[in-house]
Nanobody, 127 residues
């Protein structure tokens, strides 16, 4: 499985961006997907996750109400709509895929649960 993230850029505080992550492979619709981010000098952290069908979503407290994760299984793509962006949202954003999602009770929020990672896309929010 290869993941290609795109959509990052420079935006002013209060603005919006939509990230996309296109996946290769035949089994995308069975994977849970997630977005993580890593700011300079900080550890990578969970941002949002979505189950295989798109029926369940999970968010870090810091982005609840501002970010929305969604997926289109027909296009093998997962999205992250980011609104009301803040300077603290500045980071490299990574998409990740969990091929073992169907044996888990819920979408994982730990890095170690994800087997496939995209290359990252930079999001910079200016104040």
């Amino acid at each position: 499985v290869q993941l290609q993230a795109s959509g990052g850029g420079l935006v002013q505080a209060g603005g919006s961006l939509r990230l996309s992550c296109a996946a290769s492979g035949r089994f995308f619709s069975s994977y849970a997907m997630a977005w993580f981010r890593q700011a300079p000098g900080k550890e990578r952290e969970f941002v949002a996750g979505i189950n295989w069908s798109g029926g369940s979503t999970y968010y870090a407290d810091s982005v609840k109400g501002r970010f929305t994760i969604s997926r289109d299984n027909a296009k093998n793509t997962v999205y992250l709509q980011m609104n009301s962006l803040k300077p603290d949202d500045t980071a490299v954003y990574y998409c990740a895929a969990d091929e073992d999602a169907r044996v888990r009770v819920r979408v994982a929020q730990e890095e170690a649960s994800y087997q496939y990672w995209g290359q990252g896309t930079q999001v910079t929010v200016s104040s």
